[in-house]
Nanobody, 118 residues
Framework: VQLQASGGGLVQRGGSLRLSCAAS????????MAWYRQAPGKQREFVAD???????RYSDSVKGRFTISRDFAENTVYLQMTGLQPEDTANYYC?????????????WGQGTLVTVSS
């Protein structure tokens, strides 16, 4: 099982980006899917997660600007980011709790870098 993230890049203040993360491999079910981020010199922090379209959570710092969504058929999670600010600059990591065998394991994707210029 692996998670492949994409969509990062360089954007100006106030701009938008859409991140994607696809899970692949021997997957039975996926529970929550989430995004975290880690800025240079800082700890990794929670951004948003989604279990179902009616069950989403956001950190206070992104609430109202970012939207998490999920394609259950494609095992993919998205993060639509609008109103980007320089403080949003970070490596963004996807995370998923995946049932691929006898247990549910936590998986991380590789980071995708988002840089917001002022």
């Amino acid at each position: 099982v692996q998670l492949q993230a994409s969509g990062g890049g360089l954007v100006q203040r106030g701009g938008s980006l859409r991140l994607s993360c696809a899970a692949s491999g021997s997957i039975i079910t996926i529970n929550a899917m989430a995004w975290y981020r880690q800025a240079p010199g800082k700890q990794r922090e929670f951004v948003a997660d989604i279990i179902s379209p009616d069950n989403q959570r956001y950190s206070d710092s992104v609430k109202g600007r970012f939207t998490i969504s999920r394609d259950f058929a494609e095992n993919t999670v998205y993060l639509q980011m609008t109103g980007l600010q320089p403080e949003d600059t970070a490596n963004y990591y996807c995370h998923a709790n995946i049932h691929s065998g006898a247990f549910v394991d936590a998986y991380w994707g590789q980071g995708t870098l988002v840089t917001v210029s002022s």
